[in-house]
């Protein structure tokens, strides 16, 4: 038996010190992760996590030391960068505990959950999904992966990203309201975790927008850099 047509091909992305491709099953991310981002959007400091998905053909690869060119979206006036530490699972799980979540990691990577500000907002104001504020093509991209048997495990380093060269967001992972193994033992009991899936674990306080023509560059100390520029 054979596809009536040829399925799309999976997106792997590049393996810091390794000729691999880590296979993107699912994409995960967690909203509001960050107490003084929480704030400026208008809540609280520390709710229940939740989360939201955007699909694999979401990804773009950004190679370490090169500016990757994104057509910037459609229906959009207000494209709002998101700098966040992502988390690459290694093993499957269900219900897994905190103790142990930190054993179900692959490794780490940076990521920009970039977000239709304006179309998120107007679905959320009636009540509605908003995937198209958050799931539409090319919102997600990412740096190659640093495998935690090289790297570790981050403990604070400092996340940030520019626009153009100057500071937009700068904070540091500790400020995670629900920390990496907590976002794990939470995800997994509304879905089975399995090798290939990336959490994008939330964006500390700056977000903003960004136009045309202009580079966003941001980086966690110790897992790399990545620079997109829309067009």
């Known amino acids: 038996m054979t596809f009536l047509f040829e399925p799309e091909a999976t997106v792997g992305i590049p393996i810091v010190g390794s000729d691999a491709l880590f296979p993107v099953r699912r994409v995960y991310c967690v909203g509001r992760n960050y107490a003084a981002h929480a704030r400026e959007m208008g809540f609280s400091d520390r709710e229940p996590p939740f989360f939201f998905c955007k699909p694999a053909g979401a990804i773009v690869v950004v190679p370490t030391d090169t500016t990757v060119d994104v057509p910037f979206p459609s229906r959009t006036d207000n494209l709002q960068h998101e700098i966040e530490l992502v988390v690459a699972i290694g093993s499957a799980g269900r219900d897994i505990a905190t103790e142990s979540a930190a054993d179900h990691v692959f490794g780490y990577g940076v990521g920009l959950d970039m977000t239709r500000r304006d179309l998120q907002f107007a679905m959320r104001d009636k009540g509605r999904p908003w995937e198209i504020g958050k799931a539409f093509d090319r919102s997600a991209p990412i ?89």
């Open 143 to 231: 740096a190659p992966l640093c495998p935690v048997a090289a790297f570790g495990h981050p403990a604070g380093q400092a996340i940030w990203v520019q626009v153009d060269g100057v500071d937009r967001q700068r904070s540091d992972v500790s400020q995670l309201i629900w920390s990496v193994p907590e976002v794990i033992a939470n995800l997994s009991t509304y879905f089975a975790l399995e090798p290939g899936d990336l959490i994008y674990t939330g964006t500390p306080e700056g977000v903003g927008k960004v136009e045309r023509g202009q580079t966003m560059r941001g980086g966690i100390d110790g897992l790399g850099t990545l620079s997109v520029r829309m067009v």
